[in-house]
């Protein structure tokens, strides 16, 4: 079975600071990995995907995620929090033959000005 | 690009009533699938389908049933709602990037927003 873990269900960063959002995954075979965000009254929209191409994976709006097998983290980062980066982030695995996805609880990402 | 539509954005309904909840998508896909979203519990998988009259139950299935008689249309049916099941629901399927491709990125609805007094 698979599994998510989101460390910090809420986050709290100062506008131009860095954001790091905690992902943990477990799974049996080898993981496609994702990112999701979620701006308020909006649907999920997708930031970046790990398909077991660079472990290091670039996304939209600046965001980047690296694929460390070892810890078996997808750890989300953005050199420079704005204020337009205030939403929900969803890590989310599947495998590779890919029919469901298993999201983790979230996190809230504040940015305080 | 895909677009998944969800028929209603909030519903209030009373417990034990039949609900409802319709989406439809327009790309002609096999797989759809309905997600529940509650605060500090992220996306819960209820039921997905595969195909036409396909289907088969997620993480949370009870109290929930589904019906795909047409391929661009998934439906979430509550049976006799529960207070319990006050929560955001979510359709979701693959996008241009899914299916074939392994790389599973599903594309959402806006949500529908259920409400059971």
């Known amino acids: 079975a698979q599994s998510v873990t989101q460390l910090g269900s809420h986050v709290s960063v100062s506008e131009g600071a860095l954001v790091l959002l905690r992902c943990n995954y477990s799974?049996?075979?080898?993981?496609?990995l994702f990112w999701y965000v979620q701006y308020p009254n909006q649907g999920l929209q997708l930031l970046l995907k790990?398909?077991?191409?660079?472990?290091l994976v670039k996304g939209i709006n600046g965001f980047e995620a690296e694929f460390k097998k070892s810890e078996t983290s997808f750890h989300l980062t953005k050199p420079s929090a704005h204020m337009s980066d205030a939403a929900e982030y969803f890590c989310?695995?599947?495998?590779?033959?890919?029919?469901?996805?298993?999201f983790g609880a979230g996190t809230i990402l504040r940015v305080k000005s | 690009d895909v677009k998944v539509t969800q028929s209603s954005r909030y519903l209030v309904k009373r417990t034990g009533e039949k609900v409802f909840l319709e989406c439809v998508q327009d790309?002609?896909?096999?797989?759809m699938f309905w997600y529940r979203q509650d605060p500090g519990l992220g996306l819960r998988l209820i039921y997905f389908?595969?195909?036409?009259?396909?289907?088969e139950k997620g993480d949370i299935p009870e109290g929930y049933s589904v019906s795909r008689e047409k391929k661009e249309r998934f439906s979430l049916i509550l049976e006799s709602a529960s207070t319990n099941q006050t929560s955001m629901y979510l359709c979701?399927?693959?996008?241009?990037?899914?299916?074939?491709?392994?790389?599973?990125?599903?594309?959402f609805g806006a949500g529908s927003r259920l409400t059971v007094l």
């Open positions: 790990y398909t077991s191409a660079a472990t």
């Open positions: 799974s049996s075979v080898p993981p496609y």
């Open positions: 389908s595969y195909d036409v009259k396909m289907k």
């Open positions: 989310a695995v599947s495998d590779p033959y890919g029919n469901k996805l298993v």
């Open positions: 790309m002609d896909h096999e797989n």
């Open positions: 979701a399927t693959p996008g241009p990037a899914g299916g074939a491709s392994g790389a599973n990125v599903l594309t």
